[in-house]
Structure formats: structure tokens, C-alpha cells
């Protein structure tokens, strides 16, 4: 069987038995040392090395690389049991942690390396760079969301995603549109039901005076039920969840049987659509403190 050329990579280092303790053990108290066991006769080992010297090297040093070629170095390898190649060992402070034998798909690689070495700095740096990114407008996630679906008009997650796109933006009848075209195996996800839930409240608003003469009618009477109710709902489909579920708080204080406890029956409705856990939990033991 032919030899397959392989160069070394950066960050690696060729295992020898004069090196082996200094350069693996002992590098491995300092880093981890990802040990791969090949050989020149197969190119499935050889092509997995270039692949652990790609990754490896986005570590910039933080994780080394040992190449031990089991055909030159037998008893190197018979140290680790080794039974086939390739065979793939993290060392951590001078003992084997983990391994997998076989060649990997590069993204399963890339999670064993960061369960054993974190991720790579540049992963980190990206990270940090996209957080520093101003977050995508509705209007950005519509234009890119509907040129995604033009390349893959089969993925119907995707146009769920533009009826919510739709939604944040403030078009209803336009959400209400995509969600309704939706296949049925998508109308039990979450995110549909709660976009079913938005809409229910944008029905109500119907004929509703906007928010400032609700809010002027209130100032004028602190009583006046009617107002406050459409408020809250206005204001939760403007976005403005705590100051929408305030309303119906105060309404409960105010006569919490009013309209057949619909105050109560809105904020039951809301707490299904909004999607902040920490927020629901403390406006719930709010309403509970009013109700009971």
C-alpha cells in the first residue's frame, strides 16, 4: 500500500521515544496535548491529521498537537493500548483523558476539543465581536429572512421565523398571513402559539381609540376600566410588556371581579405569549397576591 505525504502541522510535534516524556507527559502539565496515532498508509489517517492540524492551530498555542506514527514508533503506541488507526487521545497532566478512535466529522472534533480546551481564543474574540453588533431590526430579519426563504423556499421554519419577523415589526395582518400558510407540523411550536396569542390581542384592538386618548381618559377618571383594559393591550402588542401588564394589575386592585374577571383572564393570556420567563414568574406572584 502506497504513503500518503503528510507535512506537519503548525502547534504539533513528531512523538518519538526519546521525546515522549518531555515533550507530551511533561508538556501535558502545561496544556492539553491532543496525541494523534497515524500512519502514512491510510489517507483517512492522514487526512484526519491535517484536520486536527487545522484546529489545533486555532488555538494559537493553547493545545499542542503529538503526532506518533505507529509504523516508526510501536512502542510508543503500544503504551496506549492503541488497536487501530487513527486514534485520536487527549493527554491532560501527564494522563490520557479522552479518546475516540476513527475519523470524526470536523464539528464533532471541534466539540471534544472544546469539552477538554475550551473554545479557541478566536472563537472567543468572534463571539465578543457579534455581541458588540447592533441587533437586526425586524426590517433587517424580514429582507434577509425572505431572501433565505427564495434560496430554500422547502424550510417552512424559516417562514415562521418571517411571521414573527412580521409581528416585531408591527405588521399583524402580514404575520397573520405566513402563520396561517404554515404546515400543521409547526402549529404546535411554541413560537406559533405565542404569535397566535399576539394576534388574539390585536383583534381586540379593533375600533380602539390609540393609546393617548386611553391614556387621557384615565387621567381624567383612575376608574375607568375600559380604558385601562385596552391599554394594557395596546401596550403589550407595542412591546411594552410591563407597563401593559400593569394596567390589568391595576385593574384587579381596583375591583378584580370587573368584566368577569377579565383583567385576570388577559393576564393568564399574556403570561402565554411573552416570552420571559423571569418577567411571567413576577407579574404571576403579583396576580396572585391580588387574587387571593
Same mark, same amino acid.
Given at each position: 500500500?502506497?504513503?500518503?505525504?503528510? %507535512?506537519?502541522?503548525?502547534?504539533?510535534?513528531? @512523538?518519538? &521515544? *526519546?521525546?515522549?516524556? !518531555? $515533550? /507530551?507527559?511533561?508538556?501535558?502539565?502545561?496544556?492539553?496535548?491532543?496525541?494523534?496515532?497515524?500512519?502514512?498508509?491510510?489517507?483517512?489517517?492522514?487526512?484526519?491529521?491535517?484536520?486536527?492540524?487545522?484546529?489545533?492551530?486555532?488555538?494559537?498555542?493553547?493545545?499542542?498537537?503529538?503526532?506518533?506514527?505507529?509504523?516508526?514508533?510501536?512502542?510508543?503506541?503500544?503504551?496506549?493500548?492503541?488497536?487501530?488507526?487513527?486514534?485520536?487521545?487527549?493527554?491532560?497532566?501527564?494522563?490520557?483523558?479522552?479518546?475516540?478512535?476513527?475519523?470524526?466529522?470536523?464539528?464533532?472534533?471541534?466539540?471534544?476539543?472544546?469539552?477538554?480546551?475550551?473554545?479557541?481564543?478566536?472563537?472567543?474574540?468572534?463571539?465578543?465581536?457579534?455581541?458588540?453588533?447592533?441587533?437586526?431590526?425586524?426590517?433587517? %430579519?424580514?429582507?434577509?429572512?425572505?431572501?433565505? @426563504?427564495? &434560496? *430554500?423556499?422547502?424550510? !417552512? $421554519? /424559516?417562514?415562521?421565523?418571517?411571521?414573527?419577523?412580521?409581528?416585531?415589526?408591527?405588521?399583524?395582518?402580514?404575520?397573520?398571513?405566513?402563520?396561517?400558510?404554515?404546515?400543521?407540523?409547526?402549529?404546535?411550536?411554541?413560537?406559533?402559539?405565542?404569535?397566535?396569542?399576539?394576534?388574539?390581542?390585536?383583534?381586540?384592538?379593533?375600533?380602539?381609540?390609540?393609546?393617548?386618548?386611553?391614556?387621557?381618559r384615565i387621567a381624567r377618571d383612575s376608574?375607568?376600566?375600559?380604558?385601562?383594559?385596552?391599554?394594557?393591550?395596546?401596550?403589550?402588542?407595542?412591546?411594552?410588556?410591563?407597563?401593559?401588564?400593569?394596567?390589568?394589575?391595576?385593574?384587579?386592585?381596583?375591583?378584580?371581579?370587573?368584566?368577569?374577571?377579565?383583567?385576570?383572564?388577559?393576564?393568564?393570556?399574556?403570561?402565554?405569549?411573552?416570552?420571559?420567563?423571569?418577567?411571567?414568574?413576577?407579574?404571576?406572584?403579583?396576580?396572585?397576591?391580588?387574587?387571593?
Amino acid at each position: 500500500m502506497p504513503d500518503f505525504p503528510s %507535512a506537519p502541522p503548525t502547534h504539533s510535534i513528531d @512523538i518519538t &521515544a *526519546a521525546n515522549f516524556e !518531555a $515533550e /507530551l507527559l511533561q508538556a501535558s502539565m502545561a496544556l492539553p496535548v491532543l496525541v494523534d496515532f497515524w500512519t502514512p498508509r491510510s489517507e483517512v489517517s492522514v487526512k484526519l491529521g491535517e484536520l486536527l492540524g487545522k484546529l489545533v492551530g486555532e488555538y494559537q498555542g493553547a493545545v499542542r498537537l503529538a503526532r506518533i506514527e505507529v509504523d516508526s514508533q510501536p512502542q510508543v503506541a503500544a503504551m496506549f493500548g492503541i488497536r487501530s488507526v487513527p486514534t485520536v487521545v487527549i493527554v491532560r497532566d501527564g494522563q490520557p483523558a479522552d479518546g475516540f478512535a476513527g475519523a470524526l466529522p470536523e464539528n464533532e472534533i471541534r466539540e471534544f476539543l472544546v469539552r477538554h480546551a475550551g473554545a479557541p481564543a478566536a472563537a472567543d474574540e468572534a463571539a465578543e465581536s457579534d455581541a458588540d453588533k447592533p441587533a437586526e431590526s425586524p426590517e433587517q %430579519a424580514i429582507a434577509r429572512l425572505q431572501q433565505e @426563504i427564495a &434560496a *430554500a423556499p422547502d424550510r !417552512a $421554519e /424559516l417562514k415562521l421565523d418571517l411571521a414573527v419577523a412580521h409581528m416585531q415589526a408591527g405588521n399583524a395582518a402580514a404575520a397573520r398571513a405566513e402563520l396561517d400558510a404554515l404546515p400543521a407540523n409547526l402549529e404546535s411550536d411554541d413560537r406559533a402559539k405565542r404569535l397566535r396569542g399576539q394576534l388574539e390581542f390585536v383583534d381586540l384592538l379593533k375600533d380602539a381609540p390609540p393609546a393617548a386618548e386611553l391614556e387621557a381618559r384615565i387621567a381624567r377618571d383612575s376608574k375607568d376600566l375600559a380604558a385601562r383594559d385596552l391599554l394594557g393591550v395596546r401596550l403589550l402588542i407595542d412591546g411594552q410588556l410591563e407597563a401593559g401588564l400593569d394596567q390589568f394589575l391595576a385593574i384587579l386592585e381596583i375591583d378584580r371581579h370587573w368584566n368577569e374577571g377579565q383583567a385576570r383572564k388577559r393576564l393568564i393570556a399574556a403570561f402565554l405569549f411573552i416570552d420571559d420567563a423571569e418577567l411571567v414568574g413576577r407579574y404571576r406572584r403579583r396576580m396572585s397576591t391580588l387574587l387571593f
